[in-house]
């Protein structure tokens, strides 16, 4: 096929994986109803007509909703009394912000393929 027709089946297939995959393992042998792989002979496969089809597939959890925003204190700029507390505290408070601008980030990419 074209390379076009071929991206564009890998798009599909990369938002079909992440709506249906939840990122637990993959369990083949509970996937089959317990049958072993191999376990009948070439041909009619007994029982295949009396099991129904799976349809309960595990679905993936929602996104988890962007958080709010940390809010500085009432007086504007934090000030600390604990220059170690302090340090420390601002390193979580910046890697906090890192991560929300990285969720951010995912997000536009994501909604500029669509």
Excluded at 6 to 23: L, P, R, S, T
Excluded at 92 to 111: F, H, R, Y
Aim: charged share 25%; no cysteine.
């Amino acid at each position: 096929g074209r390379f076009q027709d071929n991206f564009e089946f890998i798009q599909w297939f990369k938002k079909f994986f992440d709506a249906n995959y939840g990122g637990q393992e993959y369990d083949a042998l509970a996937m089959r109803g317990g049958e072993q792989v191999g376990s009948s002979k070439m041909g009619a496969r007994p029982g295949a007509a009396a099991r129904p089809a799976v349809t309960s597939m595990p679905k993936r959890a929602a996104a988890p909703a962007s958080r709010p925003a940390t809010r500085a204190p009432a007086g504007g700029v934090a000030r600390a009394t604990n220059g170690a507390a302090t340090n420390g505290a601002a390193q979580a408070q910046i890697e906090d912000l890192s991560n929300q601008m990285m969720e951010m980030k995912l997000t536009v990419e994501g909604l500029e393929k669509e």
